[in-house]
T-cell receptor, first 116, second 116 residues
Framework: EAQVTQNPRYLITVTGKKLTVTCSQN?????MSWYRQDPGLGLRQIYY???????DKGDVPEGYKVSRKEKRNFPLILESPSPNQTSLYFC???????????????FGPGTRLTVL | AQKVTQAQTEISVVEKEDVTLDCVYE???????LFWYKQPPSGELVFLIR??????QNEISGRYSWNFQKSTSSFNFTITASQVVDSAVYFC?????????????FGTGTRLQVFP
C-alpha cells in the first residue's frame, strides 16, 4: 500500500530535550516536506527536500533541522524543543517530475507534539 | 506574494442543507494549481481535488462540486445535501508552477459542522 508513515504519532516532551520525528514513504517520490499546523494559521511549510542530499528552508524553519540521506526517509529534528513548537506536524511526499506544483501531495497521518 | 484566504472560520448547518466554502487566492504566477483537502476529526489530511490554472471548468463529484473563477481568483467548494460525515476542517491550498516545487500554501481552514 502506497503510504507516508510518521513516528511517533503522539509525543509529550520537555523543553530542551532533543527529539526526532521520522517520516518514510514507499512511493519513490523525489519531493518530501514537513508542515506544521496551528490553530488559525493553517499549515505552514517547515523544510522541504527536492531529492537525496538536497534540502531547503520553507516558511518557518527556525528551531528545526532535517536530513535526506535516503530517498524514502526525511526525519525532522528538534535539537532543543521549546513550547512554541507544540503543534501538529505533517510529513508529505510527491513526484516532482516532470514539473513541480501540479502533483498531489501524499500526507502522513500527523504527529501531535507537546513541549512542556 | 502568494496567499490563500478562507474567510469563513466556522460554518454550522443542519443535515441536508447545501453549504459553500469560499476560497480566494493571490498569485503572480500564470501557471498554478489549486487544491482542496479535508481534515476529519481523526486528523489526517484527505485530498479532494486539484485544478490547474488553465482549466476553469467546474467539476462535480457526487455531492461535491467546485467552482473555479479566475476573474475573481476564487475556487469555491460546495457540498450538496450535507451529511454528518462531512463535518471536518476543509483547507484550500495553492501551488505555483514557477518554483518547480510542490510547496503548498494553505488557507487557514474552514471548520464545517453538520448537525443531524
Amino acid at each position: 500500500e502506497a503510504q507516508v508513515t510518521q513516528n511517533p504519532r503522539y509525543l509529550i516532551t520537555v523543553t530542551g530535550k532533543k527529539l526526532t520525528v521520522t517520516c518514510s514513504q514507499n512511493m519513490n517520490h523525489e519531493y518530501m516536506s514537513w508542515y506544521r499546523q496551528d490553530p488559525g494559521l493553517g499549515l505552514r511549510q517547515i523544510y522541504y527536500s527536492m531529492n537525496v542530499e538536497v534540502t531547503d528552508k520553507g516558511d518557518v524553519p527556525e528551531g528545526y533541522k532535517v536530513s535526506r540521506k535516503e530517498k524514502r526517509n526525511f526525519p525532522l529534528i528538534l535539537e532543543s524543543p521549546s513550547p512554541n513548537q507544540t503543534s501538529l506536524y505533517f510529513c508529505a511526499s510527491s513526484l516532482s517530475i516532470p514539473r513541480g506544483g501540479q502533483n498531489e501531495q501524499f500526507f502522513g497521518p500527523g504527529t501531535r507534539l507537546t513541549v512542556l | 506574494a502568494q496567499k490563500v484566504t478562507q474567510a469563513q472560520t466556522e460554518i454550522s448547518v443542519v443535515e441536508k442543507e447545501d453549504v459553500t466554502l469560499d476560497c480566494v487566492y493571490e498569485t503572480r504566477d500564470t501557471t498554478y494549481y489549486l487544491f482542496w483537502y479535508k481534515q476529519p476529526p481523526s486528523g489526517e489530511l484527505v485530498f479532494l481535488i486539484r485544478r490547474n490554472s488553465f482549466d476553469e471548468q467546474n467539476e462535480i463529484s457526487g455531492r461535491y462540486s467546485w467552482n473555479f473563477q479566475k476573474s475573481t481568483s476564487s475556487f469555491n467548494f460546495t457540498i450538496t445535501a450535507s451529511q454528518v460525515v462531512d463535518s471536518a476542517v476543509y483547507f484550500c491550498a495553492l501551488s505555483e508552477g514557477a518554483y518547480n516545487t510542490d510547496k503548498l500554501i494553505f488557507g487557514t481552514g474552514t471548520r464545517l459542522q453538520v448537525f443531524p
